[in-house]
């Protein structure tokens, strides 16, 4: 878990949301597996890896463009576990 709060950032704890580009899926640092393959961190639901590659803090995508992602969550109180969310909602 020590390597994964110092990649999640020192600012960072394992209670932070974290949200999964790949499966749309939201969920804390505190369930990031080990990813055998990368050596990175992996998201719970899927084969998504890597804090800035496939991981992010819930919210970045949300301050780079909250205009076009006014379906986006607007505070940690609105997320769960494993709750979904598109970047592109149809």
Aim: glycine share 12%; charged share 30%.
């Amino acid at each position: 878990m020590k390597k994964i709060r110092k990649r999640v950032g020192t600012k960072r704890g394992t209670s932070d949301w974290l949200w999964c580009m790949h499966c749309e899926s939201f969920f804390q640092a505190s369930h990031l597996r080990p990813d055998e393959v990368g050596g990175k961190e992996g998201c719970p639901f899927c084969d998504g890896a890597g804090i800035g590659v496939d991981i992010f803090p819930w919210n970045d995508w949300y301050k780079q463009n909250p205009d076009g992602l006014k379906h986006w969550p607007k505070s940690t109180e609105e997320l769960e576990h494993g709750m979904k969310c598109s970047l592109y909602p149809e």
